[in-house]
């Protein structure tokens, strides 16, 4: 099993950019395919992107297409989510995850972090 730990949420007002990450411990991240998804109040959680283990395939939701970036660094067992031109409406607590039991979008991993806050104000 993996533990993970995202960072570099905070608040960010409207077009700004954050960074975040998913550190990875217990084994190396490089054995799993990973991605983040997000939860805000009083919705469901929804998959925002995923990356295969060699980084050679992404996935985007729609909503974030264009203005979110996915990456890994396997020797840092670290994933990363790039976020640009923020809006209000990407304000979620946002997640990553590692090990798919199933398609990368769909929810199921194996393992999942507590979150960082992501706040995107007008």
């Known amino acids: 099993q993996v533990q993970l730990v995202e960072s570099g949420g905070g608040l960010v007002q409207a077009g700004g950019s954050l960074r975040l990450s998913c550190a990875g411990s217990?084994?190396?991240?490089?054995?799993?395919?990973m991605g983040w998804f997000r939860q805000a109040p009083g919705k469901e959680r929804e998959f925002v992107a995923a990356?295969?283990?060699?980084?050679?395939?992404?996935a985007y939701a729609d909503s974030v297409k264009g203005r979110f970036t996915i990456s890994r660094d396997n020797a840092k067992n670290t994933l990363f989510l790039q976020m640009n031109s923020l809006k209000p409406e990407d304000t979620a607590l946002y997640c990553c995850a590692a090990d798919a039991l199933g398609t990368l979008n769909s929810g199921r991993y194996r393992n999942w972090g507590q979150g960082t806050q992501v706040t995107v104000s007008l």
């Open positions: 217990g084994r190396t991240v490089s054995n799993y395919d």
């Open positions: 990356i295969t283990r060699s980084g050679g395939s992404t």
